[in-house]
């Protein structure tokens, strides 16, 4: 049984599997042609922190490859009065055949999936974002190729999705550009080494934009983070992606962004709305590429 906690849980032949499958399942979409293959399979979503589009892209996924979902909060569940994760783990994996989950430390998703029966993947933790990296990494193949052998640059914080990307770095073998403001620089986590033959890291935000094939930025403060919203504020002030900061990247540069965004602050509207910006493709590739995610983990690898 697999699960998909974190990037590295896959090869990158896994992975080139799933961007096939994904490019399969989205023109059947676009096609008005059923494919479910899961019907009567259930999956459940469990949310400690709030969501739209990952909630949005599981259930309708789920719904259009034949099965159904379920959605936990934790203010209306159990979780939220102090049930263990393990028990918790245990009682829905018994009643369900595949487990999304949203929460904070990676830990408690590691600790879940440590005591599930059935898959898991990760909807978000303070550490990782996959699903959201698969789909930006599918939408940049879409509008652009292969993406081995490009420079990706990550402008802002080094958060969740920046360190999802320094991991799909070394798999798909492109180069990672980051540019934070000094205090809050990428810093090896659980032991990862920081890979200094994918990663370039920067103080100054036009020189990680320079050349870069695809600019992507999040927002300054994540879920989990609120506390330290004014400090990073001035922090990041200098950090937003403009005109300015695209013009210094590759002329065909693309711009994403995970969503939700604030105009203003991590980018600008012109930017965010302008001729550059995939997000709302990026966005509607969650649901592609989890469409493929939840085959792959349920029924292995289909071709047909
Ligand atoms: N990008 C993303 O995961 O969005 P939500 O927080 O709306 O799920
Ligand atoms: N880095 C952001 C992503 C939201 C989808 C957060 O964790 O809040």
């Known amino acids: ?54 909630r949005v892209s599981f259930e309708a996924g789920m719904f259009q490859l034949g099965g159904a979902s379920i959605v936990l909060n934790t203010s209306d569940s159990q979780l939220g009065r102090g049930e263990p994760i393990e028990d918790v783990a245990r009682v829905i994996s018994r009643m369900v055949d595949i487990v999304m989950i949203r929460t904070f430390d990676q830990s408690i998703l590691e600790r879940f999936a440590a005591n ?10 303070n550490e990782y974002h996959p699903c959201q990296v698969l789909a930006d990494i599918f939408t940049f193949i879409e509008f652009r190729g292969a993406i081995a052998g490009k420079t990706v ?75 330290e919203t004014a400090a990073r504020q001035q922090a990041f002030a200098d950090f937003m992606v403009d ?15 995970c969503l939700p965004a604030h105009r203003g602050e991590e980018v600008s509207a012109e930017v965010l709305d302008g001729a550059q910006s995939v997000v709302w493709d990026e966005a509607e590739n969650r649901l592609h590429v989890q469409k493929a995610l939840m085959e792959y983990l349920l029924l292995g690898r289909i071709n047909s």
């Open 1 to 54: 049984m697999k699960h998909f906690l974190q990037f590295t849980d896959f090869t990158r032949e896994e992975f080139e599997h799933l961007i096939e499958r994904t490019k399969i399942l989205k023109q059947r979409f676009k096609n008005y042609i059923p494919y479910q293959p899961l019907t009567d399979r259930m999956l459940a979503m469990v949310f400690e922190k709030s969501s739209t589009r990952t």
């Open 153 to 227: 640059a990550w402008i802002g914080d080094a958060n969740n999705m920046a360190y999802t990307w320094l991991q799909a770095a070394r798999i798909f073998d492109f180069k990672l550009q980051v540019a934070t403001p000094s205090g809050y620089e990428m810093k090896s986590q659980r032991g990862e080494a920081l890979d200094t033959a994918y990663l370039s890291a920067f103080t100054d935000p036009m020189q990680a934009a320079n050349g870069a094939h695809l600019v992507t930025t999040d927002v300054w403060t994540s879920m989990g983070f609120e506390a």
């Open 243 to 257: 005109a300015e900061m695209m013009s210094v990247a590759a002329k065909d540069a693309l711009f994403m962004h």
């Open 116 to 125: 599930s029966r059935v898959p898991v993947i990760n909807g978000l933790t």
